[in-house]
């Protein structure tokens, strides 16, 4: 019943925002699949430092310039497609990285939007840990994250320009 709920919303002209674990769940459910833009979870490397680099300029983006960030940078196999990219992780700024990956090479996507089956899909990898979402943490980048994720939200819900 919920996959179809969630189904009829997003065909209905809804909005989807996937954040971090989304690709953790839903294994084998094809059309979920799609609406993270093709991608799965493969696996991740080591909760470590790194640069966010925004790649689009897009609503979702907007006033964000690259920040540093703290994540599990997760690696997807196959790479997203029919998507617009909006933010990478720069592999240079890792310390410990894959130096072989079915999915991606340096170019590592975090972040995308897409129109699919009749409704807006915002996804992110990025977001394993608390506090990256909360105020006062001191959490590197936590700002500029935030505000991409608020972004996000406002886009797949249409409040402001989704996906340009």
Request: a negative charge.
């Amino acid at each position: 019943a919920a996959k179809t709920a969630l189904r009829q919303f997003v065909r209905a002209g809804g909005g989807f925002v996937g954040i971090h674990n989304a690709f953790g769940t839903e294994y084998n459910w094809h059309w979920y699949e799609g609406l993270l833009g093709n991608a799965n979870y493969y696996d991740h490397g080591a909760f470590q430092d790194g640069m966010v680099k925004i790649v689009a300029q897009d609503s979702s983006t907007s006033g964000i310039s690259n920040f540093a960030f703290k994540d599990e940078w997760y690696n997807l196999e196959p790479l997203p497609t029919l998507v617009k990219f909006l933010a990478t992780v720069d592999e240079d700024s890792l310390a410990t990285r894959r130096t072989v990956h079915p999915g991606h090479g340096d170019f590592h996507p975090v972040a995308w939007c897409q129109y699919y089956d009749g409704g807006r899909s915002w996804v992110t990898t990025l977001g394993h840990d608390g506090a990256a979402f909360t105020d006062g943490s001191g959490f590197p980048g936590q700002q500029s994250f935030k505000r991409l994720i608020v972004n996000g939200i406002l886009s797949a819900m249409g409040n402001i320009p989704f996906c340009q």
